[in-house]
């Protein structure tokens, strides 16, 4: 499942990015990238961090939305793009959209 940040805040990019590359223990594999937007190669242009998601179980998460809106509740900018879907940055949201579309790749 790929999650998708576009953000201004050059230091939570990074930082999510460090975090999720140094093998943080979710319960499930996640991996990130970070590049420039399409919107530019300015300085104001935002950055868009991807991270790619495959989660075992619910515990998995609900680690992961703890983490992930931890990082994004204090950014009112922030837009979260799950499977090219905006969704609001609000735990119970990203939960149920994030539960809801494992469900439908479980056969």
Known sequence: MEISLVTHNLNLAAEMYNEVNQKRKFGAEVNAK????????????????????SVSSEVAI?????????????????????????????????????????EKRVP
Not at 34 to 53: F, M, N, Y
Not at 82 to 101: A, F, H, Q, S, V
């Open 34 to 53: 970070v590049g420039r937007s399409l919107a530019g190669d300015s300085v104001e242009a935002p950055l868009i961090t991807q991270l790619i998601l």
């Open 62 to 102: 609900g680690l992961f939305v703890n983490w992930l809106y931890d990082r994004l509740k204090a950014d009112k900018k922030a837009i979260l793009t799950i499977e090219r879907t905006e969704i609001e940055i609000d735990k119970g949201e990203i939960t149920r959209i994030l539960t809801e579309r494992l």
